[in-house]
């Protein structure tokens, strides 16, 4: 089984429709993100969270919430959902930097929430 | 602000060839980590190699090294010996010491040609 798991891994879904992407981790991470990718772009962060109490807003946050229902998961939510929101997610996950002399920070991802909003 | 780029959209290359994909940064913090990662076409992302700014040797695993030059700000990544599954998108990402946030660059397509 997959550390980070997405669901759903693609959804067809129409304007205005609410949508909630999941993300739940097995790798005991207390940092968590939200990444949206798409093409020419890069992938962009929405929000992180570096712990259950702790929400922050990334580059990109207009038109998302989230929501930190325990260390081990992370939803993204789309209250009204626009065409322009069509893209692929990513939810990942990150250790203390420092924790131990190997971590470099590096982020774990899932395998991606392919999104369309007609 | 960090700002890495990726001049690069798209490459082909004949298989077993070596191949150097680009990446150059900005920023202002004097201590960093850079990272490659690479996405087939499956859509996953996997990571790649890593290099701390103040790492005195460029980093290598496997056939992926990390050409890193300071004083350019350039971080390229060099794939020895290419192969058919080496066709992909490779991203290139910065974290400033302090926040654990990684920024990305825009990608290279990276095409290996049998």
């Known amino acids: 089984d997959a550390d980070v798991t997405q669901t759903p891994r693609n959804r067809i879904t129409k304007t205005g429709k609410r949508i909630m992407l999941e993300c739940s981790q097995t790798?005991?991470?207390?940092?968590m993100y939200w990444y949206r990718q798409d093409p020419g772009l890069g992938l962009r962060l929405i929000y992180y969270s570096f712990d259950v109490k702790d929400i922050n807003k990334g580059e990109i946050s207009d038109g998302y919430s989230v929501s930190r229902q325990a260390q081990a998961k992370f939803s993204l939510s789309l209250e009204s959902a626009i065409p322009n929101q069509t893209a692929l997610y990513f939810c990942?996950?990150?250790?203390?930097?420092?924790?131990?002399?190997?971590?470099?920070?590096?982020?774990?991802f899932g395998e991606g929430s392919r999104l369309t909003v007609l | 602000a960090q700002k890495i780029t990726q001049t690069q959209p798209g490459m082909f290359v004949q298989e077993k060839e070596a191949v150097t994909l680009d990446c150059t940064y900005d920023?202002?913090?004097?201590?960093?980590?850079l990272f490659w990662y690479k996405q087939p076409s499956s859509g996953e992302m996997i990571f790649l190699i890593y290099?701390?700014?103040?790492?005195?040797q460029n980093a290598t695993e496997g056939r992926y090294s990390l050409n890193f030059q300071k004083a350019r700000k350039s971080a390229n990544l060099v794939i020895s010996a290419s192969q058919l599954g080496d066709s992909a998108m490779y991203f290139c990402?910065?974290?400033?010491?302090?926040?654990?946030?990684?920024?990305f660059g825009t990608g290279t397509r990276l095409t290996i040609i049998p």
């Open positions: 290099q701390g700014s103040y790492d005195q």
């Open positions: 990942a996950t990150s250790d203390l930097v420092g924790r131990t002399v190997a971590n470099t920070g590096e982020l774990f």
């Open positions: 920023t202002s913090d004097p201590s960093y980590g």
């Open positions: 790798k005991g991470h207390d940092r």
């Open positions: 990402a910065m974290r400033a010491l302090g926040n654990e946030k990684l920024t």
